[in-house]
């Protein structure tokens, strides 16, 4: 995925475009040079003094934290939009993608008013899926629930002994890998399985490792139609599990990711567990518990309505009718008003790849209509309930008795 261009990179402190704010420089009450916030250039002679919350974006001005991606699109065109994500089309699709593109405009600058207005929580940004009809977004979420699954699995011991902590965050433990990018593969079951392996290895033996999705998207069996047929056309992180339990997992190094399906192929494991965890469903405290005891989760989500977000705290499935569990992910901590979760389309999209889900929703159900369209396994039910801002509570699980994998090499 294209990054932002440099106009939209957030800026803290001394770096390009931006330093201590001239002595000159009336800056208001909580910010100045003598307190060293950083200054932020405008334009070639204007400067804005930001306040301790808040970034800087060179050539756009000040922004609270968290903001920095929020933009108005005045007189944002389709060729701006193709420089900044470095986007060219067949002649035959030229006029298709900009009408798409269009549309979503519209619909970013009409939402982002009601944002600025107080009206919602989150705001929505043009991003690189900015240009994607429904049906291609869709590719980008294959992932069901896996209802049957071939394998023993564990059940969480949720018994809260101790008050959890307000707010935990395992990026600043060290055990979560950089952002990736699932392309236009709907593997975001394997990455979402791959991610957790990598955590909890990591909490294990203090190593955090890359590992290869590409080794579930080739190797996964998934004769029930778990979440697709397999591959990139989707299957459930609960299957990715079980062969990192029967084979392992390989190293990202020697098997990288092709964005393609492929036959599974000999490969060295270099991680293996010994069985995995699904959470009660629908218990908030649950996932909170085992998010602040035991690690990262893989989830299940319905994911519909997030192809244009930009930050805040993600309201929009609640307050339309996405219930569909389509994508899966990786939850990575929380607070009191969020879930922090980690996307698989590349660090350009939403808080540099991440998205915060509203806890509002916690004690709120919600009933899934189309199981087979989404997240189920053969046979498929009819209707599920679902908890939480985008049915986050749903499906949750995290594998156990991770450790190193052999040398002897997996022959297929």
């Known amino acids: ?68 991606n929020l933009r108005d699109y005045e007189g944002y065109s389709f060729e701006d939009y193709k420089q900044e994500f470095s986007k060219s089309y067949a002649d035959h699709e030229h006029e298709s993608r900009k009408s798409i593109f269009e549309a979503n405009l519209r619909k970013v600058q009409a939402h982002n008013a009601e944002y600025r207005q107080g009206h919602r929580t989150w705001y929505m940004a043009m991003n690189e899926l900015a240009d994607l009809s429904s049906q291609e977004f869709g590719v980008r979420r294959s992932t069901k629930v896996a209802h049957s699954v071939h394998r023993p699995f564990l059940q969480l011991d949720a018994e809260v002994h101790k008050p959890n902590p307000a707010a935990f965050d395992w990026r600043s433990k060290g055990v979560v890998t950089p952002v990736k990018d699932q392309g236009g593969c709907g593997s975001c079951w394997a990455f979402s399985a791959t991610e957790t392996v990598e955590s909890h290895y990591a909490i294990a033996s203090g190593k955090l490792l ?75 405290a649950s996932l909170e518990t085992a998010l602040a005891t035991k690690g990262p989760m893989s989830v299940t989500v319905a994911a519909g309505s997030w192809q244009l977000y930009g930050g805040g705290i993600f ?43 509203s806890r509002a929703s916690d004690k709120k159900t919600f009933v899934d209509h189309n199981p087979a369209d989404g997240e189920a396994c053969k046979p498929y039910p009819k209707t599920q309930t679902i908890g939480g801002e985008c049915g986050v509570l749903f499906d949750s699980s995290y594998p156990v008795g991770v450790v190193a994998g052999t040398e002897e090499e997996i022959v297929v």
């Open 210 to 284: 890359t590992l290869a999705p590409q080794t579930y998207v080739d190797c996964v069996e998934n004769p029930d139609d778990c979440g697709g047929t397999g591959g990139c056309e989707g299957a459930t992180m609960e299957l990715a599990f079980n062969l990192t339990i029967s084979k392992g997992i390989a190293l990202e190094s020697s098997l990288p990711y092709e964005g393609r399906d492929a036959s599974c192929p000999s490969y060295k494991p270099a991680v293996k567990a010994k069985s995995y965890v699904r959470l009660p469903v629908n218990e908030a």
């Open 315 to 357: 309201s929009g499935c609640s307050e339309g009718s996405d219930n569909t569990l389509d994508h899966g992910v990786q939850a990575v901590g929380y607070a009191k008003d969020y879930w922090l979760i980690r996307n698989s389309w590349g660090p350009g999209w939403g808080e540099k790849g991440y998205i915060r889900l």
């Open 1 to 68: 995925m294209a990054m932002w261009s440099s106009f939209l990179l957030l800026v803290v402190g001394v770096a390009a475009h931006s330093g201590t704010c001239p002595a000159s420089k009336k800056c208001g009450a909580d910010a100045g040079s003598e307190k060293g916030l950083p200054c932020c250039q405008i334009s070639s002679n204007s400067f804005e003094c930001c306040s301790s919350s808040e970034a800087c974006i060179p050539n756009v001005g000040c922004r609270c934290a968290g903001e920095e």
